[in-house]
DNA sequence: AATTTCATGCAATGCAATTGCATTGTTTCA
DNA sequence: TGAAACAATGCAATTGCATTGCATGAAATT
């Protein structure tokens, strides 16, 4: 190992960490991808995510985010926007299955999907003979910035 | 008006209602979508719009919807498939609004996608600043054609 | 050191939504 | 009625994104 990759190494020994818990390898890429999504306050998509890491490969980022989403550090949020969004998964994901059954918030003015990881999807009554196994809930509105 | 023409108006008396109450004009085309429609127990896609009416152009078809859509006679089902789905609105939307606040259900088996019309979204607690406008609720599972 | 496995980068593909434009049909109005 | 204005249609082309193929390079394992 250089020098100069322990270094990247010990000020990222957060980001490290996570990475070795999902049982992830902890390459520089993968690094520098989750530390960029450890700041984000919101979903962010594959575009937004290309822009602010540049210079980094598109696909290299899109491929990165699937294995993170496999082995559960990172959730896909379908908004309705047609692009995807990606966000952090709560410590309590694994590879098995997600626990983000929370709500997710689009703001129709500032365009940000957040995670509202305090809201909870209730339960629906589905009609005889249909049976429930993922659901997806999307609020749309206006975000708590964009009303004040 | 030739006398094809008349026959034809006379057998789709219901879809020419349905198409003026939403001031839409009775084209051909239109008739035929409408119609088309009519005959579906669940949501369908552009491309099965297309396969099930030929000879029609896409483009037209897609149109059609998009006229449909603004004037409220049919609502856009955005199921996490990727692909739009499209289905007749209950009869109380109009051009302002879409009166479709009710569950779609997507069966995992079939790939039909089903408008749960007596399913009501229930009361979602936001966070403080959070207003709502919309919302999209698709719930996944199996449905009752499949799992008997 | 050699082999194998995994990660990366670039190019290319695929699919669906959407738009531009020319043509045709329909309404309006003098 | 006839011409102008407008709306609907059909075809071609474009866009935008997700996704895959393939070749190179790095890392781990023996």
Redesign the pocket.
């Known amino acids: ?2 020098g100069h ?1 322990k270094s990247r190494l010990l000020s990222s020994a957060v980001a490290d960490q996570r990475l070795l818990q999902h049982k ?2 902890p ?4 690094v520098l991808v989750l530390e960029y999504l450890l700041t984000q306050q919101t979903a962010i ?3 937004d995510l290309e822009k602010g890491m540049q ?10 985010l ?2 993170f989403e496999q082995k559960g550090l990172v959730h ?1 949020i379908d908004d309705g926007t ?4 990606y966000a952090l998964c709560d410590d309590a994901c694994g590879p098995a299955e997600h626990h983000d059954l929370h709500v997710h918030f689009y703001c129709n003015n500032c365009k940000e999907t957040y995670c509202l990881s305090d809201s909870k999807i209730p339960e629906i009554a589905l009609p005889d003979g249909f049976g429930f196994n993922e659901m997806n809930l999307v609020v749309k509105g206006h975000c708590d910035k964009c009303r004040s």
């Open positions: 190992m250089s990759e992830v390898k390459t520089a890429m993968r998509s594959l575009n210079p980094a490969d598109r696909i290299t980022i899109y491929r990165t699937k294995t896909l047609g692009v995807h969004k």
